[in-house]
């Protein structure tokens, strides 16, 4: 059987909301192992372990969010040459933009010789007052389900030897 590892960051709960629906939709025909993974415990092994990734997680001042980085930091050299070719998608939870926290994520995924298999997903909670920044997300139901759709395309691609 096939896994997906679904590494994601969250601190106010949109990016959970979104790593949750596509896992629940990767699960659903039971084809594909997934393993949903907060960043700060996903190591080495899970990255070794797993056929496909899906890389979740908040835009911060324009960047990755540093829990995300450091799972990034921590596994980047030990599994290098270990994985290239596998498929990837990444989605981000941004407060205006998240195009650069999706590119920071696709660079590294270029380092490891990974294969992007869909466009990024940004959702906009349009937070722009700390208030709001800070505040518990909930992402809407359209946007779910486009991450849903994700994470049911990625199980299937790996289920079926696509990717």
């Not at 594909?32 to 835009?59: C, H, I, K, N, S």
Request: aromatic share 6%; hydrophobic share 45%.
């Amino acid at each position: 059987m096939k896994t997906l590892l679904i590494v994601y960051h969250s601190r106010t709960g949109g990016s959970r909301q979104m790593a949750q629906a596509a896992a629940d939709a990767a699960r659903a025909d039971g084809e594909v192992e997934v393993r949903l993974r907060e960043a700060e415990r996903a190591g080495e092994d899970d990255v070794l372990g797993a056929d496909g990734y899906l890389f979740v997680g908040p835009e911060n001042l324009a960047a990755i969010s540093g829990e995300l980085k450091a799972f990034f930091d921590r596994t980047y050299y030990p599994v290098l040459g270990r994985i290239e070719g596998r498929p990837y998608a990444i989605m981000v939870c941004a407060g205006s933009d998240g195009e650069n926290a999706a590119r920071q994520i696709a660079r590294i995924a270029t380092g490891w010789r990974l294969k992007a298999v869909a466009e990024p997903i940004i959702v906009c909670t349009h937070a722009q007052t700390p208030e709001a920044i800070l505040a518990p997300k909930t992402i809407g139901a359209g946007e779910l389900a486009a991450c849903s759709e994700l994470g049911a395309a990625l199980a299937a691609g790996l289920a079926l030897g696509i990717y």
